[in-house]
């Protein structure tokens, strides 16, 4: 079963880098968008989760703001 | 029943699960987060057997370490009031309730809030603790930096190469921080300093788009999009009612990591231990377990 994972992020934010780490260990592929380097993204991810912070990510069309390790793994179906 | 409740996973709280893992005790973790404030932290050099590594390479090194010893953490999960009762220690979290013989307050320190309405609302709606994560959300903005230490001037410098305008403000009649990092901010044009001025409110509709200061008792409105806070820590101890604190409500501990309540312990940045480092953390959360266990083993 193959899910489209996109990651919001910044080249800054340790979250992000966690979320990140956590999906290439469990060998999911994502997109991965910084934020910082894509205005239109940026305003995208804001519209998509209703807030402001990194990192957000979208698996399948679920919004999941923050680096939450639970809630990833029930979207994916780990 | 646990043994121990370990309360956070940042370096105290980590290197307490370990040396509990190696003494072969019952023991649960629970933690907003791993990592703690270590994962926020940029270059570390002074972390021995690590001449150069960043704050999330060091977490991930912890992690890895966990892992070697299969501990579980109930991540995500925050405490909200941990008591004695008939000598077991209750812990009830946003999700369950816990008890256990002891206890490790390791809950380190959060981003110090301004107390205004309209704060908790426009949380991540436009006001943020941490400019670094995400400064970059907010180019060609208007916005505002509330502080005047290091932290705050920071936060300013990172905005300059982003926003388009930013006010830092200031409740003290001057800057702090380092005098080279104030020349910094103070020379670009696209930075206004406000002393003298404290914060009233947060404003907006979905999203941030004003601040209210007052300034010699004249209040005005600005309009911005971006709220930057950085006005220091505050340690996460509301939760432990019981144990004494000192005045800034750190936890208070004696050298042997014991706070006023029998077999409840504290170690790192959420007691009165001066030394605020990741090393001296994790040196605490070590001795916090092997005194529980030695507690333990007096109980008996």
Known sequence: MNKKVMVYSTPTCPFCTMAKRFLKENNIDFEDIDVSADQTKAREMVQKSGQMAVPVLDVNGEVIVGFDRERIKKALGL | MFDLIIIGAGPAGIAASIYAARKKMNFLVIAKNIGGQAAWSGDIENYIGYQFITGPELVEKFEEHMLKYGIQTKENEEVMELRKKNDKIWVKSDREVYEG???????????????????????????????????????????????????????????????????????????????????????????SILNSTRVTAVIGDSMVTGIKIKREDKEETLPVEGIFVEIGLSPNSEFAKEVEKNELGEIKVNCQTETSVPGIFAAGDVTNVLEKQIIVAAGEGAKAALMAFRYLAQQK
Not at chain 2, 121 to 147: H, M
Not at chain 2, 164 to 184: C, P, Q, Y
């Open chain 2, 101 to 191: 013989k002891t206890a490790i307050i390791a809950s380190g320190k959060r981003s110090r809030e301004l107390g205004v309405p309209g704060e908790t609302e426009f949380k991540n709606r436009g006001l943020t603790y941490c400019a670094t994560c995400d400064a970059p959300l907010f180019a060609e903005k208007d916005v505002a930096v509330i502080g005047g230490g290091n932290s705050a001037l920071d936060a300013a410098l990172q905005l300059i190469q982003i926003a388009k305008h930013i006010h830092v403000i200031n409740i003290t009649s001057a800057l702090g921080g380092d005098e080279i990092m104030r020349e910094k901010v103070a020379k670009s044009e696209k930075v």
